[in-house]
């Protein structure tokens, strides 16, 4: 049984630091597929925001490049997101999830119907 469990969420200032932590448990995590992270705010739709593919190709929605930083340590079967440069536009539910398929990584895209396992969620809140 395979289960996402995001940490890392949290409160900070304008310009502040955050680190998500996507960890999974169950066999075929982040070495097999596409991972990503994605966030909702209520009321609107959840948006792609990093994915990292299976052989390292990355990839992030336009108002996060250059602050975010996708990446993945196989070993412990943990995705990460490194947010820096935070702005308030960024508060949101940050949600990891895990490719439907293994597929290589021209399929690994910021394109939520894709994703088929995810996790919980973890709050972000930048004032």
């Known amino acids: 049984h395979v289960q996402l469990v995001e940490s890392g969420g949290g409160s900070v200032q304008a310009g502040g630091s955050l680190r998500l932590s996507c960890q999974g448990t169950?066999?075929?995590?982040?070495?097999?597929?596409?991972m990503g992270w994605f966030r909702q705010v209520p009321g609107e739709k959840r948006e792609g925001v990093a994915v990292?593919?299976?052989?390292?190709?990355?990839r992030y929605t336009e108002s996060v490049k250059g602050r975010f930083t996708i990446s993945k340590d196989i070993n412990k079967a943990t995705v990460y997101l490194q947010m820096n440069s935070l702005k308030p536009d960024d508060t949101a539910m940050y949600y990891c999830?895990?490719?439907?398929?293994?597929?290589?990584?021209?399929?690994?895209?910021?394109?939520?119907?894709?994703?088929?396992?995810w996790g919980q969620g973890t709050q972000v809140t930048v004032s």
């Open positions: 999830a895990r490719h439907r398929y293994a597929y290589g990584d021209d399929y690994c895209h910021l394109t939520k119907t894709d994703f088929g396992l």
């Open positions: 169950g066999i075929s995590l982040s070495s097999a597929f596409c």
């Open positions: 990292i593919g299976r052989f390292g190709v990355t």
